[in-house]
C-alpha cells in the first residue's frame, strides 16, 4: 500500500522561505503525477504544483515565480520549495499521488487518489 508522509511545515513571517518534503514509501516518486496542495480554514483544498513522470511542472497562479516541485527519486522524496511566502499562503499542505496517470498532471485535487495527512504552514504578516 502507498504512504506519503508530509514534513518541513512550521511558522514562519511573510517573506520567508520553508521547504515541504513527502516522503514515499511501497512506491517511487517518479512513477506517476505527483503534487502540492493545500487548503486553508474554511475553504476547499487547491492545487498548487504538479510534476509529471517527465518532470515537467505545472503552477498554480497564485504560486509561479515562487513555489518550486522538485522530486529526489533516490530518495524517494517530493519537495516544495517555497520562498517570499504571504500570509495568505497559510493552510494545510498535502502531497498526493494520481496512481495509474502519468501526464497532464493537472491541479485538480479530484484526480490524486493517494495522499498524505498534511503539514501546516502558517504565514504570519
Known amino acids: 500500500q502507498v504512504q506519503l508522509v508530509e514534513s518541513g511545515g512550521g511558522s514562519v513571517q511573510s517573506g520567508g522561505s520553508l521547504r515541504l518534503s513527502c516522503a514515499a514509501s511501497?512506491?517511487?516518486?517518479?512513477?506517476?503525477?505527483m503534487g502540492w496542495f493545500r487548503q486553508a480554514p474554511g475553504k476547499g483544498r487547491e492545487g498548487v504544483a504538479t510534476?509529471?513522470?517527465?518532470?515537467?511542472?505545472r503552477y498554480a497562479d497564485s504560486v509561479k515565480g515562487r513555489f518550486t516541485i522538485s522530486q529526489e527519486t533516490a530518495k524517494n522524496i517530493l519537495y516544495l520549495q517555497m520562498n517570499s511566502l504571504k500570509p495568505e499562503d497559510t493552510g494545510q499542505y498535502f502531497c498526493?499521488?494520481?496512481?495509474?496517470?502519468?501526464?497532464?498532471?493537472?491541479?485538480?485535487?479530484?484526480?490524486?487518489?493517494?495522499w498524505g495527512q498534511g503539514t501546516q504552514v502558517t504565514v504570519s504578516s
Open positions: 510534476i509529471a513522470s517527465d518532470g515537467s511542472t
Open positions: 498526493a499521488t494520481a496512481v495509474g496517470l502519468r501526464w497532464w498532471c493537472l491541479l485538480a485535487s479530484s484526480g490524486y487518489n493517494v
Open positions: 511501497r512506491y517511487t516518486v517518479s512513477s506517476y503525477c
